[in-house]
């Protein structure tokens, strides 16, 4: 037991030191979609809230695809498409891998799950 205790403080510094390492996590695969997901709402609606949400958003249509990309123009960091099907909207959201993280993942997450919803 006491040799237990011991080894206590030396374990929460290992823990310790190994949450401090690179905040960058794997390498994520760039031709697989950041965010795939299915919402009720219209894809002019994803937009708009989109658009609300993230500064430099710049939206084109092709058909019935909206497609939005989000980031200085002259280097885009986040290519989001918008496509109806069936009643929903499927969004897929792609993130070059020479793209900056501009706004960053969390936020770009979170403002496709608020306007997904």
Same mark, same amino acid.
């Given at each position: 037991?006491? +040799?237990?205790?011991?080894?206590?403080?030396?374990?929460?510094?290992?823990?310790?030191?190994?949450?401090?390492?690179?905040?960058?996590?794997?390498?994520?695969?760039?031709?697989?979609?950041?965010?795939?997901?299915? @919402?009720? +709402?219209?894809?002019? @609606?994803?937009?708009?809230?989109?658009?609300?949400?993230?500064?430099?958003? +710049?939206?084109?249509?092709?058909?019935?695809?909206?497609?939005?990309?989000?980031?200085?123009?002259?280097?885009?960091?986040?290519?989001?498409?918008?496509?109806?099907?069936?009643?929903?909207?499927?969004?897929?959201?792609?993130?070059?891998?020479?793209?900056?993280?501009?706004?960053?993942?969390?936020?770009?997450?979170?403002?496709?799950?608020?306007?997904?919803?």
């Amino acid at each position: 037991m006491k +040799r237990l205790l011991l080894l206590a403080p030396a374990v929460a510094l290992t823990a310790t030191l190994a949450a401090c390492g690179s905040s960058s996590g794997p390498a994520r695969d760039a031709s697989a979609p950041l965010v795939y997901v299915s @919402s009720s +709402r219209t894809p002019a @609606s994803i937009a708009a809230c989109l658009d609300e949400r993230l500064s430099r958003v +710049r939206a084109s249509h092709a058909g019935g695809v909206t497609e939005l990309a989000v980031g200085a123009d002259s280097n885009n960091s986040y290519f989001i498409t918008l496509t109806p099907l069936n009643g929903s909207t499927v969004i897929k959201v792609m993130h070059p891998a020479n793209a900056p993280d501009d706004p960053p993942e969390a936020e770009m997450r979170f403002a496709i799950a608020r306007c997904a919803t």
